[in-house]
């Protein structure tokens, strides 16, 4: 379960460093994706309950994507 905690983790701490990267607000992201600011300041702290929908609109208009890969345990 750490490995996912981690994960989660790190894709709120990217999302973070990008919209500082862009010098953007909180606030000024959620306008620009359509989404509240509440959401973002959720989804930056790693909040697990964030809807997919919503994260995808904040990541696209981040200018990022998402990659997914088939995890391989060795």
């Known amino acids: 379960m750490?490995?996912?905690?981690?994960?989660?983790?790190?894709f709120a701490s990217a999302i973070k460093k990008r919209r500082q990267q862009l010098g953007i607000t909180?606030?000024?992201?959620a306008d620009l994706a359509g989404v509240s600011s509440s959401f973002i300041?959720?989804?930056?702290n790693g909040k697990a309950t964030v809807a997919l929908d919503r994260m995808l609109?904040?990541?696209s208009t981040?200018?990022?994507?998402?990659?997914?890969e088939?995890?391989?345990n060795e």
Do not use: F, P, R, Y
């Not at 750490?2 to 790190?10: E, T």
């Not at 300041?41 to 930056?44: A, F, M, R, S, T």
């Not at 981040?62 to 997914?68: A, F, I, R, S, V």
């Open 70 to 72: 088939i995890a391989t």
């Open 2 to 10: 750490s490995d996912i905690n981690d994960s989660v983790l790190g």
């Open 62 to 68: 981040l200018g990022l994507c998402l990659k997914l």
């Open 26 to 29: 909180q606030i000024e992201l």
């Open 41 to 44: 300041h959720n989804l930056e």
């Open 57 to 59: 609109l904040v990541i």
